[in-house]
Each structure stands twice: as C-alpha cells, then as structure tokens.
C-alpha cells in the first residue's frame, strides 16, 4: 500500500490527510500543534516525531504549510523531508509560497533523486473537507501522471499547467482574482446597506447573474452576518499578495488593481484583522466609509 507522509496538518491539511485516509492510503503525518496530532490519530493516521521521520517512512511525502520559510526549514533544513526521504520518493509541495522556492526543491530534490512537484491548491476549507479542491500543479508530465492516485482524494479539477515552479504561478493569478472579488464584494455590501437596501437579497440576484462567483455562492450569507470565522486568513492573503507583487515584478507587468487590493489587505491587518478570514475585507470597505 501507498504510504503517504504529510507535514502541516492545519485547517488544510487536516482535511486532506483524513480524505487521504479514507480512500485507504496509509497517512503518517506531522505538524507542530499537537491537537493536529491528535486529530489525525483519532482518524486513523500514524503519528511521526519530525517532518524527516514522516518523510523516511514514505514513497509520497506532502507539504501543507503557511508560507516558503516553513517549507524551506522542514523540506531543505538538516534532518528534513530532502535528507530523510528515499530516492525515487514523490514530494509534493501544496502550500502557496514563491514559484522561485518551488523551482529550488524541484532542483534539490531532483539532485537528490526525488521527484518533485509543485502543486497549490484552490477551494478553501469547504473544498479541502469535500475533496474538491482545485490544483495546479508544476512538474514533468510523467510525475503528474504519477501522483494522479495521490490527487483524487483531494481535488476535481486537476491540472497539469507547466514546469516546476508553473502551478505556484497560476495560483499567485488565483490568489489576485480572490483578492479582487472580496474586495469588491465587500464595497457592494457597503453601497447596498448604506442606500438602505437589504444586502442578501441584492446579493442573491448578483450571484445568478454576470457577478455569480464562487466567492458570492459560498460566502455571501456569513459576510453580510459579519462571521469572519477563518478559513483562509488575511495574514496568509497578504503573504500571497506578496508573492503575486514579486511574479508581477519578474514578469515586468503592472497590475494597479493587484496593488490596490494588496494595500486593502495590509490596511485590514494594520488594523488588527490578520487572523479574521479574508471575506473581512468587509470590515476594511466600512471602515473607509466610516460605516
Ligand atoms: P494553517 O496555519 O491552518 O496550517 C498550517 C499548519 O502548518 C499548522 O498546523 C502549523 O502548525 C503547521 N506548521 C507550521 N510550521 C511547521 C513546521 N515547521 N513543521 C510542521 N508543521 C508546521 O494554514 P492553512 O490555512 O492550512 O494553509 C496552509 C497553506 O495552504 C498555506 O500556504 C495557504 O496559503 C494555503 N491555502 C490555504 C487555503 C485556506 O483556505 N485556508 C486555501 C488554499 C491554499
């Protein structure tokens, strides 16, 4: 049987290591909080004492963490996922960090005899319980074929979109347009309650027409609720807007509204809303307009 190592068991990667399990892999996983520890146990999945542990007793090593200097301590760092895993071992990085960072793994890795893929995700929490997320994957075709097993569980739209480093790309593009949509989800909530209208019902008719997004269909009851329970935080949003700044940068293109939303989200975590789930750019939107 398939044995399956898995670092970073968060709001995520809990998810996926239990749909993981359910589709009968063997999941050892790790992560640093030991009520993460305990979940996956009480799911069924072994417990490992370190990233290199979970990652010397797999042939398919996974990554589900906050950013790249997490990913570069547990995956290149002594004793990590690159020293510890055997050759010929599959390690698969899901988090959204720098496309640079996933080309390096796919480098070192690659020296080491891993195979390595780059494979972020879209879908949030709702897709990472349902199995439905979206991925991105970059890599060679042939280790895309082969981890296809791996992805069922996790994912419905599975896609192979270019060379190392190419599915932390497309996700920096996801990460834009998510930023953008909340953002201006938020401003039409303020425009509908400030003119004395009833923002779900707007809202309802917005999302069975041009303006339906995934962001309107899933979101827009606990955002007019003001329920910013996270899911995805804005701290991990800013970071992406980060990395989407620096990919815009190498590829010489401008984005103006990119850095508009950017700033929207440095100023909702300059005000204290880093942990909140990103939908409370709301609160951002109001507060510009003194609501
Ligand atoms: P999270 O903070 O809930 O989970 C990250 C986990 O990594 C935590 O449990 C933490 O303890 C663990 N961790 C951190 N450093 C570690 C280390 N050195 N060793 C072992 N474990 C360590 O974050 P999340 O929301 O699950 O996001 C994970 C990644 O997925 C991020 O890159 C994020 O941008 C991306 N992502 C998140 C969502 C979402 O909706 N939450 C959606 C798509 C992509």
């Known amino acids: 049987m398939t ?3 898995i670092v970073g068991l968060g709001i995520m990667g809990g998810p996926m290591a239990s749909n993981l399990l359910d589709a009968g892999f ?34 398919v090593v996974i990554t589900m963490l906050p950013n790249h200097p997490q990913v570069e301590a547990v995956a290149l760092g002594e004793g990590g996922i690159l020293d510890s895993a055997k050759p010929g071992t599959l390690y698969i990085d899901m988090s959204t960090i720098r496309p640079e ?13 891993l195979r390595v893929l ?30 296809q097993p791996i992805f069922a569980p996790l994912g419905k739209t599975i896609v192979h979109v270019g060379p190392a480093g190419a599915g932390q790309t ?31 019902v707007g809202l309802d ?6 303006a339906g997004s995934r962001i309107l269909e899933l979101k827009r009851k ?13 701290d991990l949003h800013h970071k992406d807007m980060g990395i989407i700044l620096d990919a815009a940068r190498d590829a010489g293109v401008a984005l103006p509204v990119g ?18 789930d990103h939908s409370a750019l709301l609160k951002v939107a109001e507060n510009l307009s003194g609501k």
Do not use: C, H, W
């Open 205 to 210: 008719v917005l999302a069975g027409g041009l």
């Open 170 to 200: 497309v996700k920096a593009a996801n990460q834009l347009v998510v930023g953008g949509t909340y953002a201006l989800v938020a401003e039409a909530i303020v425009l509908l309650e400030a003119s004395g209208l009833d923002a779900s």
């Open 259 to 276: 850095n508009l939303v950017a700033a929207l989200i440095a100023s909702a975590r300059a005000q204290g809303y880093g942990q909140l």
């Open 118 to 147: 780059d494979a972020p995700v879209s879908g949030g929490e709702r897709g990472a319980i349902d199995g439905v997320l979206s991925i991105m994957v970059g890599g060679s075709e042939e280790d895309f074929a082969s981890a």
């Open 26 to 59: 063997e999941v050892i996983g790790f992560d640093l909080v030991t009520s993460s520890l305990e979940r996956l146990s009480a799911a069924g999945g072994n417990v490992a004492s370190s990233a290199g542990q979970a990652a010397a007793e797999s042939d």
């Open 3 to 5: 044995k399956i190592g």
């Open 101 to 113: 960072t996933a080309r390096r793994l796919a480098q070192v890795g690659g020296d080491r005899g």
């Open 222 to 234: 606990s955002m007019v609720a003001r329920e910013f329970r996270p899911g995805f935080r804005i």
